[in-house]
């Protein structure tokens, strides 16, 4: 069987266990990348007759390495790429479509998790001061959701996902019923963010939270990087940041305030503690 043709086998399987999108389209495209290289390099393109001395070539190759831009490749984007080659060919020994796991002897490099992208404490006051003392309706728009991104931590496509009628101000809640993994939670709301919402809501009873312009459709995350970026840049901020590192600072900060592991998990709705510890960094003065 040819690789892409189980590939589609594998795509179905990972959404029948639940897998998020993000996750199937690792995956996707990573097992695309190795099809490319064996394409390119004339070797065969059936999974029946891959080995691990192919897949160990490939996992040296430049394909593997480097971007698609030429630079090379975070040994961590290395390690999801093997991880993504081992699980692809153990589902297809497992399905019977090939008569050996290929990827059986391929191991994850050991590395140093990198340090959370958040930005300065600093830096985040200068931006909610900027966008308080701007004018105009998305400027109010930009500054309650990089509030909410600032002070929940919630991951910015929840945040996106947001219809007014998720917001319960009476029990001071939001309702996430977009979450990684597809797990529907809440998430307090802080008593400031709670009047900059009432403020704002004033009366709607439905419709997204955040609307992208007169067609009332919620905002795309590539937008608000965008709009990220500007008001940065008007704060003085001299640092790119996207929107996800908003959610390291409020995890970053709330470490420090508290010291407690066990807290930033449930705050960051993280399913393992082991994805919490990259933020349980000393300060240096301390």
């Not at 998720?166 to 797990?183: E, F, I, P």
């Not at 470490?255 to 066990?262: I, S």
């Amino acid at each position: 069987m040819r690789l892409l043709s189980a590939l589609d086998r594998y795509l179905i399987q990972l959404r029948a266990d639940g897998r998020s999108v993000h996750t199937i389209g690792q995956y996707q495209r990573y097992v695309r990348c190795l099809d490319g290289w064996l394409k390119a390099s004339r070797r065969s393109r059936d999974v029946r007759s891959i080995t691990h001395e192919t897949l160990a070539i490939f996992l040296t190759s430049p394909d593997a390495r480097s971007r698609p831009d030429g630079q090379s490749r975070k040994e961590v984007s290395v390690n999801a790429l093997r991880s993504s080659v081992r699980t692809f060919f153990a589902y297809c020994h497992a399905a019977g479509l090939a008569p050996r796991n290929a990827a059986a002897l391929v191991r994850r490099a050991k590395c140093a998790c990198p340090p959370p992208k958040a930005l300065p404490e600093t830096d985040c006051r200068r931006l909610l001061r900027t966008l308080k003392e701007a004018e105009g309706p998305k400027a109010e728009r930009d500054y309650l959701l990089f509030h909410m991104l600032l002070t929940t931590g919630v991951r910015v496509g929840s945040a996106l996902a947001l219809d007014v009628e998720d917001v319960d101000l009476t029990a001071g809640a939001l309702l996430l019923r977009k979450m990684k993994g597809n797990r529907p939670d809440r998430v307090a709301i802080p008593n400031a963010l709670r009047r900059q919402l009432r403020a704002v809501i004033d009366g709607q009873v439905t419709g997204p939270l955040f609307r992208g312009g007169a067609n009332g459709k919620p905002l795309s995350v590539r937008h608000v990087r965008r709009r990220l970026g500007v008001w940065l840049g008007r704060a003085g901020v001299g640092r790119s940041a996207s929107p996800h590192s908003l959610r390291h600072s409020f995890a970053m900060a709330a470490y420090r305030r508290t010291g407690d592991v066990a807290l930033v998990q449930q705050l960051l709705h993280h399913r393992s503690v082991g994805s919490t510890l990259v933020y349980a960094r000393p300060a240096p003065a301390r």
